[in-house]
Antibody, heavy 124, light 110 residues
Framework: QLQLQESGPGLVKPSETLSLTCTVSGGSISSSSYFWAWIRQPPGKGLEWIGSIYYSGSTYYTPSLKSRATISVDTSKNQFSLNLNSVTAADTAVYYC????????????????WGQGTLVTVSS | SSELTQDPAVSVALGQTVRITCQGDSLRSYYASWYQQKPGQAPVLVIYGNNYRPSGIPDRFSGSTSGNTASLTITGAQAEDEADYYCNSRDSSGNHPSVVFGGGTKLTVL
């Protein structure tokens, strides 16, 4: 059964870079049928798609975060990662990684499997 | 990017039927998915492709779409269905493909 597990610091200082890794087990990140996505949820608020990556390295980002977010993939480790730079308190959220169906080579929005999420707090 | 609009809160009596709606221009072109999220838990996909249920999702959950509106219907709501529900879809209103979520609907089962 597919499992996704987020890891990374739970506390990041303002203006620094948030770095998270998602480790995939029970399935290959190199499958051509899926994208791998990051989604976040500020405390008490709704879900926000950050971006998605294909095993080949093709990436798609939400416009509001495109200038600060970088998603990368390491197929040898079956992992993908998120870097978000110049963080502020507004980036405090639970960050989820998820497997996403592919729709003719672009993200479908169908998030089939999710990690448990990790809370990242931005504070000095 | 486009927006998806959901009612913030909806309530239903135990055993009755409830419909949760999601409106947005992207739904005219792309499929809707629906997610159930209980407190402290990750979201769970309950409907995809407008009206398909993943395995393990009870058949009291169903989806439909008309024009720019997608709907999630729970027929015979159970106490365990009390949760937040989010819709989403692909979006192409910007220069590149993206994904958009609705703001979520809190369902209370009375």
């Amino acid at each position: 059964q597919l499992q996704l597990q987020e890891s990374g610091p739970g506390l990041v200082k303002p203006s620094e870079t948030l770095s998270l890794t998602c480790t995939v087990s029970g399935g290959s990140i190199s499958s051509s049928s899926y994208f791998w996505a990051w989604i976040r949820q500020p405390p008490g608020k709704g879900l926000e798609w950050i971006g998605s990556i294909y095993y080949s390295g093709s990436t798609y980002y939400t416009p509001s975060l495109k200038s600060r977010a970088t998603i990368s993939v390491d197929t040898s480790k079956n992992q993908f990662s998120l870097n978000l730079n110049s963080v502020t308190a507004a980036d405090t959220a639970v960050y989820y990684c998820a497997r996403e169906g592919s729709a003719a080579g672009v993200p479908s929005g169908k998030f089939e499997s999710w990690g448990q999420g990790t809370l990242v707090t931005v504070s000095s | 990017s486009s927006e998806l609009t959901q009612d913030p809160a909806v309530s239903v009596a135990l055993g009755q039927t409830v419909r949760i709606t999601c409106q947005g221009d992207s739904l005219r072109s792309y499929y809707a998915s629906w997610y159930q999220q209980k407190p402290g838990q990750a979201p769970v996909l309950v409907i995809y492709g407008n009206n398909y249920r993943p395995s393990g999702i009870p058949d009291r959950f169903s989806g439909s779409t008309s024009g720019n509106t997608a709907s999630l219907t729970i027929t015979g709501a159970q106490a365990e269905d009390e949760a937040d529900y989010y819709c989403n879809s692909r979006d192409s209103s910007g220069n590149h493909p993206s994904v958009v979520f609705g703001g979520g609907t809190k369902l209370t089962v009375l």
